[in-house]
Nanobody
Framework: QVQLVESGGGSVQTGGSLRLSCAASGYTYSYYCMSWFRQAPGKEREGVAVIDSDGRASYADSVKGRFTISRDNTKNTLYLQMNSLRPEDTAMYYC????????????????WGQGTQVTVSS
């Protein structure tokens, strides 16, 4: 059974940091492209960062220079280090896995986690 379990969300003030984790199981993690998406209330889900099986990463313009995506294939875990957080980063954050799709474009992915809430107060 495939599982993606996010953790690390919470409430921080503007300028603070959080590190999200996504623990994967039930499939060959190292082969898959891994992504972080987020969805704020009343807004569409948007891609935040993506990393392919070779470790190449891409970021949404809104988070470039502040967020860093990484993966540990020995632990089947995906990370998102978020620094200099802003109120507009407030959202539910989801990790996703896909064997082929390695973009920030919103859409279907093979697997999704349940999400972890990030709230940034001013």
């Amino acid at each position: 059974q495939v599982q993606l379990v996010e953790s690390g969300g919470g409430s921080v003030q503007t300028g603070g940091s959080l590190r999200l984790s996504c623990a994967a199981s039930g499939y060959t993690y190292s082969y898959y492209c891994m992504s972080w998406f987020r969805q704020a209330p009343g807004k569409e889900r948007e891609g935040v960062a993506v990393i392919d099986s070779d470790g190449r990463a891409s970021y949404a313009d809104s988070v470039k220079g502040r967020f860093t995506i990484s993966r540990d294939n020995t632990k089947n875990t995906l990370y998102l280090q978020m620094n200099s957080l802003r109120p507009e980063d407030t959202a539910m954050y989801y990790c996703a896995a896909d064997f082929r799709m390695c973009t920030l474009v919103n859409g279907t992915r093979d697997y999704w986690g349940q999400g972890t809430q990030v709230t940034v107060s001013s």
